[in-house]
């Protein structure tokens, strides 16, 4: 009897675990019980039945229960008591047999769904991961400039920065500014619409020094309107001539243009326009930058950023207060090209402006 209620505590134990295994596989009820009984034919079940316990533990139980009282409830009544006792305990036998071998399928199961979901991780940890980068951007739509900083991770000064251009510049600190030391000469150059803007390159050697610092001129640009504003006026357009010194540092020299008389150095570069965009145009006559820069040389000065992806900041600006005149024709061509392509005003944080008095 020790026995029996051994095995009734163990099979109450496995069911229960298995009333908890994902997922349900049912047993084969009856059948899995029936080569078990033939080992005492015609035998009663009773012991069986007094286990109520486990017969109503799990559906699969029950229903071998039921079965087995159909095919053997016939218990004879001279059965010795321990008969009775070994029959009950040979179907407790089979039961638990049936229910071990649910449990084994289950087990298997999870056994295989936990390598299933191994595999599947270690595909994803081979696998770089997913994110989102190009190298796409406009100054409109989903690719424009409140997502620059979203659409590459090289971007993200575009969004987070806090040394942004362009500004609106006011509230300038009037001083004694130094000169900027203008230091071009008639060189050699190319065009190219980069499909942002008309870019012109230039051969070495046209330098400003400012600040005991020497930056030469790598190429000049236009933006249309104009990117800064002065004190809250824009202008029609403005050129940026982008400059770098010899660790790598930006100044960048922004002029305004209105409309007035034709400028001829900005006619010199229209009358060489790739015909194509992204091709260059390398023309076999020469450009002087100096004739670009206004006879008045106050300027405004802060610091600030790029102001296209990737918006890199420690950039010296230069803006000279004096506009620039280019012809209503000229401006006119532009922007056929491009009729916008500026950055929004960005925040001023603060930053100090300083202007020649
Ligand atoms: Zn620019």
Known sequence: MRTLI???????????ASANDPPPIKAAPAKGIEPVRPHYPG????????????????????????????????????????????????????????RLAVMRANQAARAAAQARAKKVAAVAAAAPPVQFRSNHWSYEGETGPANWGRINPDWAKCGSGNRQSPIDIRDGMKVELEQIAFDYKPSSFSVTDNGHTVQVMLSGGNFITIQN??????????????????????YEMVLHLVH??????????????ERGRPQPTIQTVWNNLPLE??????PSIVLDPADLIPQRRDYFTYMGSLTTPPCSEGVLWLV????????????????RLYPLN???????????????N
């Open 6 to 16: 051994a095995l009734i505590a163990c099979c109450f134990v496995t069911a229960t």
């Open 43 to 98: 035998a009663g079940n009773q012991g069986a039945k007094g286990s109520g316990g486990d017969a109503s533990s799990s559906s699969a139980s029950s229903s071998s229960s039921s079965s087995s009282s159909s095919s053997s409830s016939a218990s004879s009544p001279r059965m010795s008591e321990r008969e009775r006792e070994a029959q009950a305990e040979a179907d407790l036998s089979a039961k638990i047999a049936a």
């Open 213 to 234: 610092r020497m930056y030469e001129l790598m190429q000049f640009h236009f933006h249309r309107p104009s990117e800064e504003r002065i004190n809250g006026k824009g």
């Open 244 to 257: 770098k010194d010899a660790e790598g540092r930006l100044a960048v020299v922004a002029l305004m243009l």
């Open 277 to 282: 965009k992204l091709e260059t145009s390398t």
């Open 320 to 335: 000279m207060k004096e506009p620039l005149q280019a012809s209503p024709a000229q401006m006119a061509l532009f922007s």
């Open 342 to 356: 500026s950055r929004p005003i960005q925040p001023g944080s603060g930053r100090m402006i300083k202007e020649s």
